[in-house]
Nanobody, 122 residues
Framework: QVQLVESGGGLVQAGGSLRLSCAASGHTFSSYAVGWFRQAPGKEREFVSAVNWSGSIAHYSESVKGRFTISRDNAKNTVYLQMNSLKPLDTAVYYC???????????????WGRGTQVTVSS
């Protein structure tokens, strides 16, 4: 069993930066891939980024590639999402999720956090 808690969201102006954290409990966290997803009001949850268990493989959606960076520190049971050059379209609730494989699909993740709100003003 893995429990995930996101933090680091907030209100930022366009062009600004935020770093989200996903803190996990559970001694097996280092064996899981972790993904970040986001959901804007009235829209479906969409893939943002994912990293494999060791941090050696990362994937990004086209909409965030070059602006966001995912990383993990297994000693701290934490995965980070550094978000730079933020745009109003990035406004959403951001969720982290843990699963056994790097995937863009929500159905491939077994554990989810409750989300953190990111709001980007123009």
């Amino acid at each position: 069993q893995v429990q995930l808690v996101e933090s680091g969201g907030g209100l930022v102006q366009a062009g600004g930066s935020l770093r989200l954290s996903c803190a996990a409990s559970g001694h097996t966290f280092s064996s899981y891939a972790v993904g970040w997803f986001r959901q804007a009001p009235g829209k479906e949850r969409e893939f943002v980024s994912a990293v494999n268990w060791s941090g050696s493989i990362a994937h990004y959606s086209e909409s965030v590639k070059g602006r966001f960076t995912i990383s993990r520190d297994n000693a701290k049971n934490t995965v980070y999402l550094q978000m730079n050059s933020l745009k109003p379209l990035d406004t959403a609730v951001y969720y982290c999720a843990a699963g056994y494989m790097v995937s863009v699909s929500t159905t491939d993740y077994d554990y989810w956090g409750r989300g953190t709100q990111v709001t980007v003003s123009s």
